[in-house]
């Protein structure tokens, strides 16, 4: 345990469907956490999944009890499942994480090093270039992105390249402010999160991470595409409307 009982690293990984991918990342999150010895837990958050994924989770909680799962009765979205990990978490500093493991774990070394340069939220990045990352994407991916993204910024968010990358890191004051007040259920998460910490003051910083396509993706552009766009414009109205004020 961290100074005076607290845990220091709070791991939020939302898992809907991941029986096959979500073991293997686990696995890879738990050894980095064991080499670094300071105090952790991992937060699987269950979004209603229809394979095996809480059975593969209880397997390795037989054999670390950092683990804690949490299920959730019906799927809700992975805006859903983040929160509930974020505001169930108690760690000083809370990373959420993919379950496909598209960011190694080891990123977090990068993000680490921001906060400690003063940041309250440091988010991995896909787009910002750096001769030391490697960004494996397909083309179709990428082109998807940069729309994303130039979107998004034509509605209020400034000064962020990828609002989209699964991988970000948190003070626990920040977490629990910002997530206690979000909205969204849904992928549009994300540029809400964002939004509401840039109005609230929030020092956003972000850094480029490797980064790897994984098969299997839940996030379908033609389905999903629509409903994220519907959930950001109602995010932008509700921070107009101040619905979002403490």
Known sequence: MGRGGRVIWSIVIPAY???HRLPAYLQRVLAYFQER?????????DDG????????????????????LIVLPSNRGKGYAVRVGMVNAVGNFRLFADADGATPILELNRLELALKGGADIVIGSRVLADPEVSVRALPHR????????WLVAGIGL??????????????????????????????????ELLLLAQRRGYRVTEVPVNWA????????????????????LSARANLALGRYDR
């Not at 999944?49 to 209880?58: K, N, Q």
């Not at 990828?162 to 970000?168: A, E, I, L």
């Not at 409903?227 to 950001?232: A, N």
């Open 142 to 149: 990428k082109m998807v992105g940069r729309l994303f993204n």
């Open 37 to 45: 010895g300071e105090s952790y837990e991992v937060l699987v958050v």
């Open 213 to 232: 396509d994984q098969p299997g993706s839940k996030l379908w552009v033609i389905a999903e595409g629509p409903k994220m766009l519907r959930q950001i």
């Open 158 to 191: 400034k000064g962020i390249a990828d609002s989209q990358c699964g991988f970000k890191l948190f003070r626990a004051p920040a977490a629990e402010d910002l997530f206690r007040s979000l909205r969204t259920d849904g992928f549009g998460f994300d540029v």
């Open 17 to 19: 469907d991941e029986a």
């Open 49 to 68: 999944s229809r394979d095996g994924t809480a059975a593969g989770v209880r397997e390795l909680q037989r054999a670390w009890d950092q683990i804690k």
